[in-house]
């Protein structure tokens, strides 16, 4: 452990938020604990009721007020964010204008996803109407991650809320500033309940509220190995959980691309946050037949940019301090077994600063090839086809999201990736879409958030059958006629029976 994280160890019940690129404290917040944690779960179960019944409509003004509240207040948080997780001050606008147009979605699209509406009923229950509508869960908890603090929780937080649900928030112990802010405007517009709580701490806090039983789903933003965790502690009261566990995310360059956009957009989308991104660009697979003008490019556009915590600089410090061995143990086991730095090497990390580095030569087996690096290193791989480029970005165990830049089969490529999200020639365009759902397969998690599916792991479908025709007779007696299942297998057979190859 590094003396920056040493100094953030809880003293008594209390800990300190860091700025990275300084190590000068900002703040000091409470370390919950596991009673902290189920007295703010059972004050959200009653607020859940309450906030339940304002409505839709009520429901949708408080939460547009919040969003207006959000949008005033952008400055004061792009600030916080800035100085709290390490990013420069455009990126962190971004957060907001994503956070803003979610919260915005969610709020004006729950009636319409979660609505009763009548359903069509097979022959033999004609006599019968079905309904089907959505509920609230009731409590949901969500673990937030540090790498983006605001847009990333308020992707469940936005939809959990608009359901129906209270939420209960715990942001990760390096950006808890940013949490306790965004919560507390919500409380401006909603002060009668609890509806939004947050509890602040470690590992063992985030447990607790995985463990509590008062909690109907939980979503969770992090590692695969804390994610297997959250879902052993969830397991125990069999609470829903939705993962979203990070990835190994590929760009794939086919021989027709746009050789300018496609290595803008690699360096920017494994780069940019200082590549802490979970659905950022960490391998690269080029056509061979465009490979030498790739790399030529991006080592070109990769000049001058840089990390640092001046205003001219093009992102921010490693936020979480031992990340950056991780991303050097990588980087030296690459150069080791033969890669090459064409941009920058073990040189570029400076502290909590690490300057683009760009790979070529990687062996495929190698720990920057297969796990997640977290950190702005980017391998270039050549291929002779785009068949092999699919099938070696399908090869990873992880599934988030994938970039293609083609011109004539992009769409065609995206379809035969696995992962749960791919963007286009272009890079992470998929988070920006409302209506569009995130989340991964495989080792990346499961569960969805964002749009309609994402709004629906917060609800829970009620199914009604309502008898209409009191002549007709019933399946369900011991008293039903003796001819009914005569007429049943005629309607069968003419119904079903006719069809054939």
Known sequence: MSSTDTSRVA????????NPATDEPLATYPVHTAADVENAVIRARAAASWWRDLGFDGRKHRLLAY?????????????????ENGKPLDDAFIEILLCVDHLDWAARNAQRIMKPRRVSMPPLTKDHAGYLQYDPMGVVGVIGPWNYPVHTPMGSISYALAAGNAVVFKPSEYTPGIGTRMVEL??????????LQLITGFGE???????????????????AATGRKVMTACAQNLTKVVMECGGKDALLVDSDAD?????EATLWAGCANAGQTCAGVERVYIHDQVYDEFVAEITRQAEGVRAGQDAEADYGPITMPSQIEIIASHLREALDRGAHAIVGGLDSIRGAFVDPIVLTDVPADAAIMTEETFGPVVPLVRVPDMDEAVRLANASPYGLGNTVFSRRRGLALARALNSGMVS??????FASVPALPFGGRGESGFGRIHGEDGFKEFVQARAITRK??????????FARPDWLFTVADQLL????????L
């Open 11 to 18: 003293e008594g019940q209390t800990f300190q938020s860091l």
């Open 67 to 83: 969003k207006g509240l959000i949008a005033r207040k952008s400055d004061e948080l792009v600030q916080l964010i800035h100085v």
């Open 186 to 195: 919500f409380a401006e517009v909603v002060d009668e309940e609890p509806v």
């Open 205 to 223: 806090t985030g447990a607790a509220l995985c463990s509590s039983p008062g909690i109907d789903v939980l979503a969770f933003t992090g590692s």
């Open 259 to 263: 050789i300018r956009a496609a290595a």
């Open 424 to 429: 286009v020639n272009s890079v992470l365009r």
């Open 468 to 477: 209409r025709l009191g002549f007709a007779p019933e399946f369900a007696s």
């Open 493 to 500: 057979k003419v119904t079903h029976g006719r069809h054939r």
